[in-house]
DNA sequence: ATGGTTGCTCCGCAA
């Protein structure tokens, strides 16, 4: 038997401590191959290797106290792991690195940016800018190259509950929306655009407000995939079972279907 | 709503 498909996913977990039960019930019911996950919120002593380990699942992690922390989780052998950007000093851990098979994953918790004119939107834009640097060399080196997470930007209008309420502020400014397609300029597609969109876009729903029972969202994580992976692209779907379960995150997981691998 | 929730930590900050 040969493996037809590849199942990539991303998740912001809010939290690996608290959503440790969600990510394994979620594991188990063999829902991705492969998940690049954010806002784990644990220091490097605290990841929760056993509990994955005994599940069946792969794993490395780059964390730090209190804030952010990414990590790729796999069911195959994770190698070439390497954290953060490459040449840009950045005390927050916000990416990791690493190949399964002949596919490189990059996963990116992207700042927030909190406001726009702040010293933190001012980071943002900065971080980005670094990100596109290391994209455009990693590209050179690892031709199938996915990127994945939490980008915190709604790429168009559509991808936001109220226009009004949205454009022109935080996640939806002209100035984040030209960092990402940037990223996108160095030879990436945004896998969301290679299938219809479906009625349901969103992948985050504020906590505050009821936000989600109200329908209350916006489309910010993502999977931007190199011409070979788009070449082998075969679907795209946003799971929003795990945002139903009690205590869930506020981000719910996205997955891209690639055939082969 | 310039915030009504959540998570972490030390009780404010970040999202």
Not at 3 to 8: A, K
Not at 68 to 91: H, K, M, Q, W, Y
Not at 219 to 240: K, M, N, Q
């Amino acid at each position: 038997m040969t493996n037809t498909t590849t199942r990539l996913a991303t998740w912001n977990v809010n939290s690996l401590n608290v959503r440790l039960p969600h990510m394994l019930q979620w594991l188990n019911s063999d829902a991705a191959d492969l998940v690049a996950v954010q806002e784990t919120k644990l220091t490097d002593d605290r990841f929760p290797v056993d509990a994955l380990t005994e599940a069946g699942w792969h794993s490395a992690w780059h964390g730090q106290k209190t804030y952010n922390g990414v990590a790729l989780i796999s069911r195959s052998p994770i190698e070439d792991v390497t954290t953060g950007i490459p040449g840009f000093d950045d005390t927050q851990a916000r990416v990791i690195a690493g190949s399964v098979g002949e596919l490189r994953m990059i996963c990116v918790y992207v700042p927030n940016g909190q406001a726009v004119g702040s010293d933190k939107y001012s980071y943002k834009l900065e971080w980005l800018a670094a990100l596109r640097r290391y994209i455009a060399d990693s590209l050179r080196e690892h031709p199938r190259l996915v990127v994945s997470g939490d980008f915190n930007i709604a790429p168009t209008v559509d991808d936001t509950h109220d226009p009004d309420r949205w454009e022109g502020n935080i996640l939806c400014s002209d100035a984040e929306r030209a960092a990402l397609a940037a990223l996108l300029d160095t030879g990436l597609t945004d896998a969301f655009t290679c299938v219809e969109p479906p009625e349901q876009r969103f992948t985050w729903w504020d906590y505050r407000q009821g936000g989600f029972r109200r329908g209350h969202g916006l489309r910010i994580d993502h999977h931007l995939i190199s011409a070979p992976l788009v070449e082998a692209f075969g679907d795209f779907r946003i799971d929003i079972e795990p945002r139903r379960w009690e205590r869930p995150s506020d981000h719910t997981p996205v997955i891209c279907e690639l055939r082969g691998n």
